[in-house]
């Protein structure tokens, strides 16, 4: 299904803003309440005087810094044309009620097209880096997409620049678009590549979210009123290149090989095979690393990190080895400085310790705020399997009548795992040992 334009314009439409008006709506005197329940009043402040303060900067020559979005981080729609404001299908919830989820899916004839990264995420990050005196553009791309595609479109933006020295920060896979980027000519001009909980060597988020399990599109599925999480998987997810491309080699995660179609499970929704075959050696079309390079790791969060076919099922070990997207190991990158944070993934580009100790890299190419090895948190393991994922995060939630914070609390965590498959750790295990047993009520 192509799709096109729906008649109806919701709230999320009308913010689905390009990222300089939403800047100056952002600075005007006049308060926006609609960008308050958008952002929440904590992260609409920082971002009202982060507008006003770049806004009143007076224009130099500076160093160029691009922002790359992760996957999932931008907006996706159909342009309305006029004055109506263009029709945001990606992530609108209230389109995903409706079942429009399903036009998501990319085929030779969509229509559907870039919009803007989302500023929710981005903003805070880029104007701050524009505060600390980073001529800074947030980039947007279809992340459906092949990473060698969208590599290059990279490549020919900033060939169109003209600039002759700039450096790149990207988010998840912001981070392997701007790798592929680098394999062009052009790519002798990135003089700094900041990259930030990038899965140099995949996710077995990106095998979830194929298999109908990942806890994204599990959650999507209870918004989405016409159509479970398998049925988006098979439909929509299974359609995307780029999640194909973010599937881990064996080796470090498991001990078969996922790019070949016979070792995914007989039931449940699966990869395509023939984008799998087109995935196959991914990691060969990209740039290897150099002294350009600074990789930002995450940890400290539940996350799937070691795949095991059992009776027929995938089953994955969850331990605190990593962001809660990407497991240590698959975000290093050999020849790389790598640097360590207590962050989660989707938290990293608004995190004030990351935000800050991005900028000191890009400036001097040090920092005293990451860990030169990983901070550890002993914690339990524990395997869950894709039947035992598919009993959690079921039913359908009412969003019309759910309240602000209650659709700010659901979008905040669409990737975070249900509690039953979080590790517990040791000191926590001790407090509820000492617990006395709790009566039913």
């Known amino acids: ?184 000519a052009v790519g002798q001009r990135v003089s700094q590549l900041v990259t930030l909980g990038t899965p140099h060597s995949g996710s077995l988020a990106a095998i979830q979210a194929l298999r109908g399990t990942y806890s994204v599109v599990r959650k999507l599925g209870m918004l989405d009123t016409r159509h479970d999480a398998e049925y988006l998987a098979r439909g929509v997810f299974s359609s995307f290149p780029s999640l194909h491309e973010l599937l881990p080699s064996a080796g470090e995660i498991c001990d078969f090989d996922l790019f070949d179609p016979a070792a995914w499970p007989v039931q449940g929704p699966c990869a395509d095979p023939m984008l799998l075959r087109a995935a196959t050696g991914v990691a060969g079309r990209m740039a290897s690393a150099d002294a350009r390079f600074d990789v930002v790791v995450g940890c400290n969060r539940t996350t799937a990190t070691r795949l095991a076919l059992r009776d027929g099922d995938f089953a994955y070990e969850y331990t605190l080895e990593g962001d809660g997207t990407v497991p240590l190991p698959l975000a290093l990158l ?41 901070p550890k948190r002993r914690a339990s393991r524990k395997w869950v399997s894709d039947t035992q994922l598919r009993q959690e995060l079921t039913g359908k939630v009412d969003w019309p009548h759910m309240t602000p914070r209650e659709r700010r609390v659901f979008l905040d965590t669409l990737n975070e795992p249900p509690r039953r498959v979080r590790p517990a750790s040791r000191k926590t295990r001790r407090k509820v040992s000492r617990r006395a047993p709790r009566k039913h009520r």
């Open 1 to 184: 299904m192509s799709g096109g334009p729906a008649e109806h314009i919701t709230p999320y439409d009308r913010l689905a803003l390009d990222e300089a008006t939403m800047v100056a709506l952002l600075a005007s005197p006049a308060r926006n309440e609609g960008l308050v329940e958008y952002f929440g009043a904590s992260l609409h402040a920082e971002l009202v005087n982060l507008a006003r303060t770049t806004l009143r900067q007076k224009p130099a020559a500076r160093r160029r810094v691009y922002v790359l979005p992760g996957i999932m981080g931008t907006q996706l729609g159909f342009t309305r044309g006029g004055t109506r404001p263009n029709d945001a299908l990606w992530l609108d919830p209230i389109d995903i009620s409706f079942g429009r989820l399903t036009e998501l899916r990319l085929s030779p004839d969509s229509k559907l097209i870039a919009l803007g990264a989302m500023n929710y995420t981005y903003l805070k990050l880029t104007l701050s880096l524009r505060q600390a005196g980073f001529d800074t553009v947030l980039l947007n791309y279809d992340w459906r997409r092949d990473i060698a595609t969208l590599g290059e479109a990279l490549a020919q933006r900033i060939a169109a620049d003209g600039r002759d020295e700039v450096a790149i920060v990207g988010h998840s896979m912001g981070g392997l678009v701007a790798r592929a980027a680098l394999t062009h």
């Open 334 to 374: 050999a020849g790389a400085r790598h640097r360590y944070v207590d962050c989660g993934h989707s938290d990293m580009p608004l995190s004030n310790r990351v935000i800050r100790g991005t900028i000191d890299l890009l400036r001097t190419g040090r920092t005293r705020r990451f860990a030169a090895s990983p």
